[in-house]
């Protein structure tokens, strides 16, 4: 009946449509989805800030002042196409119908969160306050979870309910990551009749970008240029572009480090060459990083392990929500629950996965202190 109920409660979530910046629909729904279980419910006022299309949520689950009050968090929003999804379920697994995602990133987290409160008040089981944290934007930079004021929080601990891969992975690191924008300047000519007294502003992007480092650059870092936009016509010489690009790492120092040896590249080659060059950077999310020997690191994989599954130990190369908790002083792992081929249109849920994804919740309710 329990595993019946959350494969319901899942198709019954991917069929709002919720795609980043069109959240508001869906986070209603979830708010009285809360509050009908009884939960307190409260919603900040971060949509004119944030310029997404829901607030964030703060449920609370009161529990017994003995016992240490978690919390676990998904987001609301998904990435394209997520409009009319027709979720369809073959020999035990969920799919879409193949023109859109699955949207099991992240509304299998939040089906868990809904099993978990029922089964705990079904079972009038013991257990400390437990907040659940809905985030919007999620998926276009954190931006939700950047905007939520985490001083309203009770829990120091907790789970974000947002990787793939079977039930028994842990991610242990998550890089910094730094966004850059860089505007080159250059001077117009036409490139037939006196191209000698323009300045490309197209070559010094070439020249510059050349002499980065860049793709895999050790085990914890990477850079990407990510687009380049300029010029107007093939016999103009280009006197302006556009250029954005990234670096990632654990290592925060490294990120920054890199981040600085593109905008040096870019300075050197404007010089040489005779243009004008401005950057802007951005940090998108601060990275974190656990050990094996950490106390929450230590309980959560003693429970995967009683649960009969191996536990294994992630470095991501992407951000989450957890990287915000953790940066503002919330210990947050971010645990796997079961999707795979997530923001494609062949994501898949194999349903053993979902019921254990909730067993891990239910265990770590019980077991963590």
Excluded: W
């Excluded at 986070?27 to 419910?41: A, I, P, S, Y």
């Excluded at 009050?69 to 929003?77: E, Q, R, W």
């Excluded at 369809?88 to 799919?95: A, H, K, L, T």
């Excluded at 792992?333 to 079961?338: C, E, F, K, T, V």
């Amino acid at each position: 009946m329990m595993n019946e109920r959350v494969v319901e409660t899942f198709v019954e979530l991917v069929k709002i449509d919720s795609e980043a910046k069109d959240e508001g629909k869906f986070q209603t729904f979830l708010k009285t989805k809360f509050e009908d279980f009884g939960l307190n419910v409260y919603e900040d006022n971060t949509m004119e800030q944030t310029g997404l299309g829901a607030n964030n949520l703060l449920c609370t689950l009161k529990g017994e002042e003995d016992r240490p009050s978690l919390f676990f968090s998904a987001h609301v929003d998904t990435v394209a196409p997520g409009k009319g999804i027709n979720p369809q379920i073959r020999e035990g697994v969920i799919y879409s119908d193949g023109t859109t995602i699955l949207a099991a990133d992240n509304k299998a987290g939040i089906a868990v969160m809904l099993e978990l409160i029922e089964e705990l008040q079904e079972g009038n089981i013991p257990h400390g306050t437990i907040e659940f944290i809905l985030t919007p934007g999620e998926e276009i930079g954190l931006i939700g979870a950047k905007g939520f004021d985490m001083t309203k929080m009770v829990a120091t601990q907790g789970f974000v309910l947002d990787s793939g891969g079977p039930v028994g992975s842990i991610v242990m690191s998550s890089p910094t990551l730094m966004g850059l924008e860089v505007d080159i300047a250059g001077v117009t000519a036409h490139a037939g009749l006196e191209p000698e007294k323009g300045v490309s502003a197209i070559e010094i992007a070439a020249k510059a970008i050349s002499n980065m480092k860049l793709g895999r650059l050790d085990v914890e870092t990477t850079a990407n240029i990510g687009t380049i936009n300029g010029g107007v016509a093939s016999n103009i010489v280009a006197d302006k572009v556009n250029v954005t690009a990234e670096a990632r790492s654990v290592s925060q120092m490294k990120c920054e480090e890199q981040i600085n040896h593109m905008i040096t590249q870019f300075k050197t080659v404007t010089h040489e060459l005779g243009g004008d060059v401005s950057f802007k950077t951005d940090t998108k999310s601060v990275g974190y990083h656990f050990e094996e020997e950490n106390d929450l690191v230590k309980q959560v994989a003693q429970v995967i392990s009683q649960m009969g599954r191996s536990v294994t130990y992630e470095i991501s190369g992407g951000g989450s929500d957890a990287n915000v908790f953790n940066a503002n002083g919330k210990e947050a792992l971010n645990l796997s629950i079961g999707y795979e081929k997530i923001h494609t249109t062949n994501e898949y849920l194999p349903i053993t996965e979902l019921i254990k994804a909730v067993e891990l919740a239910y265990q770590l309710v019980i077991h963590v202190r």
